[in-house]
């Protein structure tokens, strides 16, 4: 659910995930719902809409939480994006998105040096999970305000208080090992734009994680590997994001080859 919601790529990887494993009782739809009407959406998808549970994406994920029962995840980044609505838990499965991608890129966290750009919903995840995993982090954002509630926020909820903010050009100096965008920055249609300021060099030889994958190739992308680096985009975070929902509602594991692949062909289907 999300309103918007027709640009989701979800329904086409949840459904191929429930064909590919014969499970056709199952079926993901997409749910058009209006800011003012989330409460009451909940309670009838729960009670009357025979839903084992629903994705939340922009801009309920902060909504629904008054009404679910958030875990520690949740709770920590004060947004769900995935509940259970047989004991109406909430968790949010971006984080493990993010990382079981990074994890099966064979790119290292624990004790390396990360550069988060962006402080947004996406941002806090990445901190969360980067910080779980044991990585050093520094958020940059092109508000500073913004990115120093999101820390003081997760000290808060999660009792996170190794990452730290850094203007982009302080920031640059340090010896990253990754850095991940979490700006909207450079997806389609503003391909030519990039989080990164043409004053300031990109540091050379590290891996990027770019959470936008529409396009495949940003021109953030691009800058790191002429820099050569390394560059990994988002469609990979948004397959495992789903994986995590789907191990939680049908209790298997999701076939993820499957579902990248669906999520690859209903992009190009988009383009
Ligand atoms: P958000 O809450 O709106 O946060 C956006 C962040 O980007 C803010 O820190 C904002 O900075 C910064 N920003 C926006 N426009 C900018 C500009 N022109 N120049 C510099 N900074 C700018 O968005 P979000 O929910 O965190 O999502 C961020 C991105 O991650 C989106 O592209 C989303 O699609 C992507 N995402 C991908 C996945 C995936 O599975 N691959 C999952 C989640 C999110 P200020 O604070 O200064 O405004």
Not at 10 to 27: E, I, K, Q, V, Y
Not at 128 to 151: D, P, S
């Amino acid at each position: 659910m999300g309103w918007p919601v027709e640009h989701s790529l979800s329904p086409a990887m949840h459904n191929a995930a429930f064909a590919a494993l014969g499970m056709t009782d199952w079926r993901y739809d997409l749910l058009p719902i209006q800011p003012d009407i989330v409460r009451q959406s909940l309670k009838i998808l729960r009670d009357e809409g025979g839903y084992t549970g629903v994705n939340v994406t922009v801009p309920h994920k902060q909504a629904v939480m008054p009404y679910v029962k958030p875990d520690a995840i949740a709770q920590a980044l004060g947004a769900a994006n995935t509940i259970d609505f047989r004991n109406n838990s909430a968790t949010n499965t971006d984080v493990a998105g993010l990382i079981d991608d990074l994890t099966a890129n064979s790119v290292k966290l624990n004790g390396e040096n990360v550069l988060i750009l962006g402080a947004g919903g996406a941002a806090r995840a990445a901190v969360y999970g980067l910080v779980h995993a044991g990585a050093n982090v520094t958020v940059t954002n092109r508000t500073a305000e913004r990115a120093q509630i999101m820390l003081a926020d997760l000290t808060l909820s999660a009792g996170i208080r190794s990452a730290q903010f850094k203007p982009l050009e302080e920031a640059a100096q340090n010896d990253f090992s990754l850095v991940v965008n979490c700006t909207p920055v450079g997806m389609w249609p503003n391909v030519d734009a990039s989080p990164w300021s043409d004053d300031v060099d990109f540091p050379a030889g590290v891996t990027l994680y770019d959470m936008i994958y529409r396009p495949e190739r940003t021109r953030l992308i691009e800058t790191c590997e002429s820099r050569g680096g390394r560059a990994i985009g988002g469609l990979g975070m948004l397959v495992r994001q789903g994986a995590a929902a789907f191990k939680i509602w049908t209790g298997k594991a999701a076939p993820v080859d499957v579902m990248y692949e669906a999520a690859q062909a209903a992009l190009a289907a988009k383009k």
